[in-house]
């Protein structure tokens, strides 16, 4: 059971352009979604998160917006640099309930320059 | 300041034999997961721990075991490992359950084959 459903698969944008990564969850109880951005040959890093009192959050070039009523989540690049390629992580958890993250199955994003 | 370390970085190992993967935290983190990144199925969690001296199964617990006798350290252990076990292992530890401004903080990963 895929709790968290990640698209695309993977992403190609021209240097300037805007990246959207897109994410829906099933559990009602998720109350703290973050993503994750992992470089070639290195863990995943924390990038952004958000909690669904607010529908969105901006850090940056990189901007998460979340509708809770569609229970949809996804992050935004503006200004996308090739030092952005890398693959990206949604996840959602719930702070009440268990530990675990659950991550979406990720994106390969590649900027050309 | 090393934060997360995974021992070894790569390992190739024949069907059948056994091995431990060792993580190691020195930000004196309460919980420590073990995860698998497999192509097209992103982190998938083996096993977790809450404290020293616990351990609980993930999504994918089967052919794994796990110790967490200190804190800081976390180990994986493959009794006799399989093809399906080919995978890139991630280590993370978090102070709190994931929360606002508590990330979980990952190595950089095992790479296992095994043939």
């Known amino acids: 059971q895929q709790q968290v459903k990640q698209s695309p698969q993977s992403l190609i944008v021209q240097k300037g352009g805007i990246s959207i990564i897109n994410c829906a969850y099933e559990?009602?109880?998720?109350?703290?979604f973050p993503w994750y951005q992992q470089f070639p040959g290195k863990g995943p890093a924390l990038l952004i998160a958000?909690?669904?009192?607010?529908s969105e959050k901006k850090e940056g070039r990189f901007t998460i917006s979340f509708n809770k009523s569609a229970k949809q989540f996804s992050l935004h690049i503006m200004d996308s640099q090739p030092g952005d390629s890398a693959t990206y992580f949604c996840a959602a958890t719930s702070q009440g309930g268990s530990e675990k993250l659950v991550f979406g199955k990720g994106t390969k994003l590649t900027v050309n320059p | 300041n090393a934060g997360v370390t995974q021992t070894p970085k790569f390992r190739v190992l024949k069907t059948g034999q056994s091995m431990t993967l060792l993580c190691a935290q020195d930000?004196?983190?309460?919980?420590m997961y073990w995860y698998r990144q497999d192509p097209g199925m992103g982190l998938r969690l083996i096993h977790y721990s809450v404290g020293e001296g616990t351990t609980a199964k993930g999504e994918v617990p089967d052919g794994y075991n796990v110790s967490r006798l200190k804190k800081q350290n976390f180990l994986l252990g493959l009794e006799s490992a399989a093809p399906s076990q080919t995978s890139v292992y991630f280590c993370?530890?978090?102070?709190?359950?994931?929360?606002?401004?508590?990330?979980?903080?990952f190595g950089d990963g095992t790479r296992l084959s095994i043939l």
């Open positions: 559990n009602t109880a998720f109350d703290y």
């Open positions: 993370a530890s978090s102070s709190d359950r994931g929360r606002f401004g508590q990330p979980q903080h």
């Open positions: 958000i909690r669904p009192d607010v």
């Open positions: 930000m004196n983190h309460e919980y």
